[in-house]
């Protein structure tokens, strides 16, 4: 019981320390092959089982009751801040962990890099290809510093971010968050119009337009670009268009330090999440091998964590470590059940690498208790994608 102390200039005795995995999209529904089971009931977890037996459980509303909410406003919620009255829309958090500066008045998207049948303006697929490593960074340099007919005044930045997704920054006067985007957020469904969400505030009217513009001249730029051709001869969907998705502006809000008392670290290589931590002033660890998709080595991410809540440095140590894993939420997305239940089963093997490197450090530097926090952020059941 009680809150964990501040580790101040190193363990003290005494204090906790959090070790915090959240496994993105964890929640699932019961399943007819399972013989109506969850996937997470389903996979062979005995770490999780041992943590579910011993600790604390329960179940809560991230945001609140009946509420669906993606994984930034689950997590902003999860991390002690109100989403509602606050939240923006995403696309400034995927911009910051993506490495792009995002002022004050500076609009930012979450994209995805998509194929669009240029004959009837539909969006055959919301992903053009989810390993695009080699394309995406490729492309997004041909973007980046794209200049607006029309929009002299506007700049556009542009950086890969992971898989399909990029993120997108547009600085400039007169703009404004409060539009919808291009995304029709379905395989099959027309490219949409952007507009502002009150015909009646003129900057989100202006920024509107800018936003077509910007969404028709990253189009000219895709279509004629060298990957493209190579994807076509490769008998690939092109990557033709940008589905620039949940405008928003950057928060300005008081540093989870100032809000909880505790100095935070966290490992995520998602750039969604590490936006989120990045505008908390939460320190994003640098982790090799820690990718945000399937092939991230978890086994990493459980060291990095560890060894962060056990040094001390000039600041003093951490006293809360946050991992994230995203494979389990895009094994949902793709549909994939046999997928979702064998990464579940990895997380299982991350968690008691994570358990026994605490346990060493305790063992061996004493002071510090550590505290094990496992949960989700939000439900992608397998079946629905």
């Keep these: 019981g009680g809150a964990p102390q501040s580790g101040g200039g190193g363990a003290k005795q005494g204090a906790r320390k959090v070790a915090w995995v959240l496994v993105d999209g964890l929640g699932d529904v019961g399943i007819p092959e399972l013989g109506g089971r969850t996937p997470l009931q389903a996979a062979r977890v005995p770490a999780l089982d041992a943590l579910a037996a011993a600790g604390l459980s329960g179940l809560m509303d991230p945001v609140a009751p009946g509420g669906a909410c993606g994984s930034d406003t689950a997590h902003l919620s999860l991390l002690g801040y109100e989403p509602r009255g606050l939240y923006r829309g995403r696309g400034a958090f995927e911009s910051l962990g993506a490495g792009l ?130 994807r076509a001869r490769a008998g690939q969907p092109p990557a033709n268009v940008v589905l620039l998705r949940g405008c928003g502006g950057r928060l300005k809000v008081p540093p989870f330090s100032e809000r909880h008392g505790l100095r935070a670290c966290m490992v995520a290589p998602t750039k969604i999440i590490a936006g989120v931590g990045m505008t908390l002033g939460i320190d994003v660890l640098p982790c090799p091998g820690a990718t945000g998709d399937y092939h991230s080595d978890l086994s990493a991410k459980a ?39 064998r990464l579940l089963e990895v997380v299982d093997t991350m968690v008691l690498q994570l358990v026994k490197h605490l346990w060493r450090q305790q063992r061996e530097q004493g002071g510090a208790e550590y505290v094990l926090c496992l949960t989700g952020d939000h439900s992608t059941p397998a079946g629905f994608g």
């Design 303 to 341: 060291r990095v964590i560890a060894a962060a809540l056990a040094e001390s440095g000039p600041d003093g140590s951490y006293d809360l470590g946050f991992l994230h894993v995203k494979a389990i939420d895009d094994a949902g997305h793709d549909g994939n059940l046999a997928l979702k239940i």
């Design 101 to 230: 500066r995002v002022d004050t008045g500076d609009i930012g998207f979450k994209c995805n890099f998509a194929t669009l049948c240029e004959a009837t303006g539909v969006v055959v697929a919301r992903r053009a290809d989810r390993h695009f490593e080699a394309e995406g960074p490729v492309l997004c340099r041909a973007l980046d510093g794209l200049r607006l007919p029309g929009f002299p005044e506007l700049e556009v930045r542009v950086r890969y971010a992971t898989e399909h997704r990029c993120g997108v920054v547009v600085s400039g006067p007169g703009l404004s968050d409060q539009i919808s985007g291009t995304d029709p957020l379905r395989d099959g469904l027309p490219l949409l119009h952007p507009h502002a969400l009150d015909p009646a505030d003129a900057d989100a009217v202006h920024t509107a337009r800018v936003v077509e513009a910007l969404s028709e001249e990253m189009t000219k730029v895709l279509k004629g670009h060298p990957v493209n051709a190579d």
